[in-house]
């Protein structure tokens, strides 16, 4: 293996787009988010701010997308595969998932939000670097994903990214700015007061109505709604053995509220009780999923709601048994139910249900960026294609999920944040760990091999 052929000096990497600037790849490889097969021989031409041409199999760009005179790619490379960035679709951004020791967990969630916000936001950079271009936060009750989000979008303004105006007032090249992941949040997830999810929601109890706790939730900035509708697994039996702790109307009523302000619904649901409630209740996303049984596959299919899945947090319990105290039968039914969400992970992608894919980084054991790479190897482990992986990574969040941009595809309109890399991930979605280069809006970061991953 020739680690060489991604040096600073490869001819892998494009030159830095801008507005006057647009920049011309070909590639052997393009995976555009959706499709169900690779297009080969692919033109890709974009700004600083979209992508402006996709021509496959050799279809040329037009010149009036050019610079003047350019008659050849910046980029021509046969050998690399060009894909969205990816989109982490369930994290938790104020914690810190790489950390197992339980006393020091403890310890960094006793921190004040001051103290959480700044830790979070060294992530950021790493994340980006690591080729995660969005993260679909999944909620804490101090504000950090909400202050990320807003962070977010006062860096883009700078930038003239989010929302860049007419053409003649933006900058011909971006002024240096924070290189930070699309960030959005939640805020608080909503629970029940009592049961699971305190520390990273808020009660129901603390409003006259479930609507004024949504209005609340909105009002504070939240990005979507997160409901916490059920318990988690309990790993000593191996089930979830609580009772869920909202009932369909409830769900079905938060939904409502949610949809009145313009915000979808994600809703934390293991167990097929609690399952079956969330679907009725009308979810736009089910997250974790454990248990979930056939027939709620199709429903979910049937609704369109989209399942994440996330492998990572149960795994990491298998992977760090022994620091975590768990004994030979505990493990045996660790790996059983692991056995069991990848038989109805390949069940769902049969039945056509619309996986997302989102590893719960920050949870015991899963790093952010990192965990989320692990996340995409486990689900082609249980049985996925590479490419349904990249799929469920990149366009069917990108097109089911009404993030505030359009990012997660390689189609003209749509962002210039991808991946470029010569370790082809349909060989193996493991290779999106080796060195390549990610491109966010237009300028170009080269991703290491070993990569600083200090407090994810
Ligand atoms: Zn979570």
Known sequence: MNMGTTSASSPLVPPPASADHPVWLRVGTLLDGTSTVPIRNAHIVYDATEILFVGAVDRTPPRELLRDGQIAPDVDAPDATLLPGLI????????????????????????????????????????????????????????????????????????????????????????????????????????????????????????????????????????????????????????VTTEPQMTTEEIRELVAAAKSFGRQTFAHASGDAGIERVIGGGVDSVEHGFFVRDDQLARMRDRQTAWVPTFAPVQ???????????????????????????????????????????????????AHGVGFLRELELMERAGLPALAVINAATGTGANRLAYREKFGRIAPGWQSRFILTRHSPLETVANLRRPGIVIFDGEPYESGANPDVQGL
């Open 88 to 239: 982490e679709a369930h994290a938790h951004l104020f914690l810190e998932g790489g950390e197992l020791d339980a006393e020091k967990r403890a310890g960094y969630l006793k921190q004040d939000p001051a103290a959480l916000l700044a830790a979070a936001r060294e992530r950021l950079e790493k994340l980006v670097r690591l080729g995660v271009t969005a993260v679909r936060d999944a909620g804490d009750k101090d504000g950090v994903g909400l202050a990320l989000s807003k962070l977010y979008r006062s860096a883009s303004v700078v930038a003239g990214v989010a929302d860049p105006g007419p053409a003649s007032t933006r900058p011909a090249t971006s002024p240096a700015r924070l290189l930070i992941p699309y960030v959005e949040s939640p805020g608080a997830a909503i629970h029940h007061r009592g049961r699971y999810g305190g520390f990273m929601g808020g009660a129901l109890e603390d409003f006259p109505s479930l609507r004024a706790c949504v209005e609340a939730r909105v009002a504070a900035g939240a990005d979507r709604i997160k409901l916490i509708p059920t318990g988690i697994i309990n790993f000593k039996q191996g089930a």
């Open 316 to 366: 990491a319990q298998v992977d760090h048994a022994t620091i975590v105290g768990w004994d030979e039968r505990i493990v045996a039914n660790l790996r059983d139910i692991l056995d069991r969400h990848a038989a109805s992970l390949v069940k769902a992608q049969a039945l056509g249900v619309l996986i997302v894919a989102g590893s719960d980084a920050g949870s015991y054991g899963v």
